[in-house]
């Protein structure tokens, strides 16, 4: 054996790196991060001046309290126990709890329902049928809420002739004990249309392969939306739920239109934010309407933490 194979190898060096390299890959790196902060300001100023300047402005409006004798002096938290104290305020609360447990839950089942269908292809004419089905998130909130009023209407609406026709005499769509369910059903004719869209979008996204090895499996239709697509979305619906419950938490427009076909029904009250804008604009307690929506707002993100908590959860399963 040769002398020059018995002589171990040197270990290879790598070259180090030269200045010059280093400089144009800063230079590089300091240009990339101007362009993304070109990017992110635009965003930021008008978050800023939108969200976070108007959020700061009512906190600190609801640190004080504004009297006919003796003028705007600072109450620390007076007005955040008096919310916390105030039974109507969370009566509201309460009410449109109810009114998302029920709404939300439907709404979804319907809408995904018919994702499904035009998912799978069984509904002829399905572009149509989308398009249709999305009508109703197009039209105006206050617009579908007085067309819902004259439906709904207790001496002329044709949905109170219909009960009337039907063998439910003096039968009232807005009274005191149907108003909930009234306004759940006009927020689905609302919102299905968007939410149908949303979860189809999602269920076009489930790989083709699965769904096709299921079907030479000789697996049912329903075990197949049941056990592979509906999990598949479920990331879709979670969101859903999170959008439409911080909606839910909102409501105010349909109830205080519809209160102009059935007045005495919807109180001041009824929901927090009709309870916010009633305090602050038409009572004139500006400070204490300010520490009502803190406290809204502070519930509603207590939703959503939790709800991305949840979704968390779910994706580390």
């Known amino acids: 054996m040769s002398e020059t194979a018995l002589r171990p190898s040197a270990p290879a060096v790598t070259p180090p790196s030269t200045p010059g390299k280093r400089r144009r890959r800063s230079a590089y790196a300091r240009r990339q991060g101007r362009a993304g902060l070109a990017f992110v300001t635009p965003f930021m100023i008008i978050f800023t001046l ?3 300047a108007p959020l700061g402005y009512a906190v600190y409006q609801s640190l004080y309290t504004t009297k006919l004798i003796g003028g705007t002096s600072f109450s620390g938290f007076a007005n955040y126990s008096t919310v916390l104290q105030s039974g109507d305020f ?6 449109v709890i109810i009114f998302g447990g029920i709404q939300i839950p439907v709404m979804l089942a319907i809408a995904f329902f018919f994702a499904t269908i035009f998912d799978l292809g069984v509904a002829r004419w399905g572009p149509l049928f989308r398009a249709v089905y999305f009508i109703p998130f197009a039209v105006p909130i206050v617009v579908s809420s007085v067309m819902w009023g004259f439906l709904l209407d207790p001496a002329y609406g044709p949905f109170n002739h219909l009960m009337n026709a039907i063998g439910f005499h003096n039968f009232n769509w807005l009274s005191g004990n149907l108003m909930i369910p009234s306004i759940i059903i006009i927020a689905i004719w609302e919102w299905t249309g968007y939410n149908c ?3 189809y979008t ?3 996204s489930v790989p083709r ?5 299921a079907i030479l499996d ?10 592979i697509k509906l999990p598949m979305v479920r990331p879709a619906i979670i969101m859903l739920v999170f959008i439409n419950t911080i909606g839910a938490m909102q409501l105010f427009i349909e ?3 519809l209160n102009n076909y059935q007045a005495g029904v919807v109180t001041n009250t009824w929901t927090p934010v009709i309870d916010i804008y009633s305090t602050a604009i038409s009572n004139g307690q500006y400070q204490l309407g300010a520490a009502m929506a803190v406290v809204l707002a502070v519930i509603i993100v207590a939703i959503s933490v939790a709800s991305l908590g949840f979704r968390g959860r779910r994706r580390e399963q």
């Open 50 to 52: 939108i969200m976070i």
């Open 90 to 95: 969370w009566d509201g609360v309460i009410r």
């Open 197 to 199: 869209i949303i979860l």
């Open 202 to 204: 999602a269920l076009k």
């Open 209 to 213: 392969d699965v769904i096709e090895a």
């Open 218 to 227: 000789d697996t049912p239709l329903w075990r197949i939306i049941v056990r």
């Open 255 to 257: 109830p205080t239109i």
